[in-house]
T-cell receptor, first 116, second 111 residues
Framework: NAGVTQTPKFQVLKTGQSMTLQCAQDMNHNSMYWYRQDPGMGLRLIYYSASEGTTDKGEVPNGYNVSRLNKREFSLRLESAAPSQTSVYFC???????????????FGPGTRLTVL | GNSVTQMEGPVTLSEEAFLTINCTYTATGYPSLFWYVQYPGEGLQLLLKATKADDKGSNKGFEATYRKETTSFHLEKGSVQVSDSAVYFCALINGGFKTIFGAGTRLFVKA
C-alpha cells in the first residue's frame, strides 16, 4: 500500500516550458487535491476533484489545468511555466464524507519545482 | 468565511520543555478540527483530530481540545523531543470535504 505517490520529485523548467505533475493514490479515495506550498504562506489549494469525473478551481488556479484521469490518478499541468510558479506541489486524497465530520487528507511527498 | 489563525513561528524549545502552539478558527456551525505535522522533506500527515465541542484529540503525546466557546484548538505536549522538530498546521473542515489550513508553525527543539 503505497498511499499517495507523486512524480517527479524534483523538476527545473525554463520560463514558457510546459510539464505535467503526476499523482496516484491506491486507497480508493473519491476526492483528490493539488496544493502549492510557498514559504510563509502555508498551503494553497490549486484545484480539487470531489469525485471521478469532476474537477473544480481552488484558491489559486490561474496558470494550471488538471485532469482526473480515473479514480486513482489526478494530474496537474503547467502549460507555460512562470517563475512565480516556483514552489513545492503536494497532491492529497481523502474519502468521501459520510457524515463523520470530515475526513483527513493523505498527502504525497511533494514535487519541488523551480522555474528559471 | 472559514479561516484558521495560528501563532507565528519559529518556536524554539529545549528538549523536555512544554509546548503550546495556539490555533483559533472562524467558522459558522460546528467544524471538525485537525492538526497536521510536516517533517522536513515530506508531505503533511495527520497528527490528531476532534469532531465536536469538548472533544480531545491525542496522539504521540500531543493533545488538543476543541473549545467552542473560545473557537480554539491549541496543540500541547508535555515534554518535547528533538524528533518533534517539524512544521505544525492547524486545519478545519466545515460542512464539506475541503480543508482550510493555517499558515503553519515551525518548531525547533534543541538537545
Amino acid at each position: 500500500n503505497a498511499g499517495v505517490t507523486q512524480t517527479p520529485k524534483f523538476q527545473v523548467l525554463k520560463t514558457g516550458q510546459s510539464m505535467t505533475l503526476q499523482c496516484a493514490q491506491d486507497m480508493n479515495h473519491n476526492s483528490m487535491y493539488w496544493y502549492r506550498q510557498d514559504p510563509g504562506m502555508g498551503l494553497r489549494l490549486i484545484y480539487y476533484s470531489a469525485s471521478e469525473g469532476t474537477t473544480d478551481k481552488g484558491e489559486v488556479p490561474n496558470g494550471y489545468n488538471v485532469s482526473r484521469l480515473n479514480k486513482r490518478e489526478f494530474s496537474l499541468r503547467l502549460e507555460s511555466a512562470a517563475p512565480s510558479q516556483t514552489s513545492v506541489y503536494f497532491c492529497a486524497s481523502s474519502e468521501a464524507d459520510r457524515g463523520q465530520g470530515g475526513n483527513e487528507q493523505f498527502f504525497g511527498p511533494g514535487t519541488r519545482l523551480t522555474v528559471l | 468565511g472559514n479561516s484558521v489563525t495560528q501563532m507565528e513561528g519559529p518556536v524554539t524549545l529545549s528538549e523536555e520543555a512544554f509546548l503550546t502552539i495556539n490555533c483559533t478558527y472562524t467558522a459558522t456551525g460546528y467544524p471538525s478540527l485537525f492538526w497536521y505535522v510536516q517533517y522536513p522533506g515530506e508531505g503533511l500527515q495527520l497528527l490528531l483530530k476532534a469532531t465536536k465541542a469538548d472533544d480531545k484529540g491525542s496522539n504521540k503525546g500531543f493533545e488538543a481540545t476543541y473549545r467552542k466557546e473560545t473557537t480554539s484548538f491549541h496543540l500541547e505536549k508535555g515534554s518535547v523531543q528533538v524528533s518533534d522538530s517539524a512544521v505544525y498546521f492547524c486545519a478545519l473542515i466545515n460542512g464539506g470535504f475541503k480543508t482550510i489550513f493555517g499558515a503553519g508553525t515551525r518548531l525547533f527543539v534543541k538537545a
